[in-house]
């Protein structure tokens, strides 16, 4: 049980470009996601808490027009890098807290962003 | 200020040589302290939670406990299919903050 599910598993985009990226709880309930960015020899870095039905929790630091997110449904959010750079190459993961009492996080497989 | 450090950064070792995995933390009230398993590529997949001081938690070779300082995750007999980057974190229980503090990460290697 608890399982996310995260896609793409990797995309290649263009300068300018905007990207989406899924992240869905196949088979719970989630009404808040986070989602998370990871760089190579670094933690997890907390960018934004997803809440269904009303606006997401941005991190300092993390700009709201660039990382828009969505959480339309109690199983679907999604993260769009708007008008991409090639900084914002990294690793994007998503995760939900499970159904039970004290659950951990369970995360997504990740998606991997290149910005070219 | 809340923390968590891991030690070592990297570890390798030879298959069936048990070896035990740190993690530091100091937080204002501890409400869990979470293992994680990470393999290149792949979100972390949920090992364990602890909860309080003298906690033992066990899945196949990987136990881990906890002191008020710090939690060891012990691997017994590892295997090359264990080698990954085991993160630790911490959730404080300050109010409703259920943000997680991260650690960096072990990364372990077992060599076949």
């Known amino acids: 049980g608890a399982v996310v599910s995260q896609h793409p598993s990797r995309v290649i985009c263009k300068s300018g470009t905007s990207v989406k990226i899924e992240c869905r709880s196949l088979?719970?309930?989630?009404?808040?996601m986070f989602w998370y960015r990871q760089f190579p020899k670094q933690s997890l870095m907390l960018m934004a808490t997803?809440?269904?039905?009303?606006?997401?929790?941005?991190e300092q630091g993390v700009e709201k027009d660039k990382f828009l997110i969505n959480h339309a449904s109690l199983t679907l959010s999604t993260l769009t890098v708007t008008s991409a750079h090639p900084e914002d190459s990294s690793f994007y993961i998503c995760?939900?807290?499970?159904?039970?009492?004290?659950?951990?996080?369970?995360f997504g497989n990740g998606t991997r962003l290149t910005v070219t | 200020e809340d923390q968590v450090t891991q030690s070592p950064e990297a570890l390798r070792l030879q298959e069936g040589e048990s070896s035990s995995l740190n993690c530091s933390y100091t937080?204002?009230?501890?409400?869990?302290l979470f293992w994680y398993r990470q393999d290149p590529g792949k979100g972390p997949e949920f090992l364990f939670t602890?909860?309080?001081?003298?906690e033992e938690k066990e899945k196949e070779r990987l136990k881990a406990t906890l002191t008020k300082k710090e939690s060891f995750l012990h691997i017994t007999a590892p295997k090359p299919e264990d080698s990954a980057t085991y993160l630790c974190?911490?959730?404080?229980?300050?109010?409703?903050?259920?943000?997680?503090?991260w650690g960096l990460g072990t990364s372990l290697a077992v060599n076949p």
């Open positions: 997803s809440n269904e039905g009303s606006k997401a929790t941005y």
């Open positions: 974190a911490v959730q404080a229980k300050a109010g409703n903050n259920r943000k997680l503090i």
């Open positions: 602890l909860y309080s001081a003298g």
């Open positions: 937080v204002s009230g501890l409400r869990g």
């Open positions: 995760s939900a807290r499970g159904p039970a009492h004290n659950s951990p996080l369970h």
């Open positions: 088979d719970f309930q989630a009404t808040t």
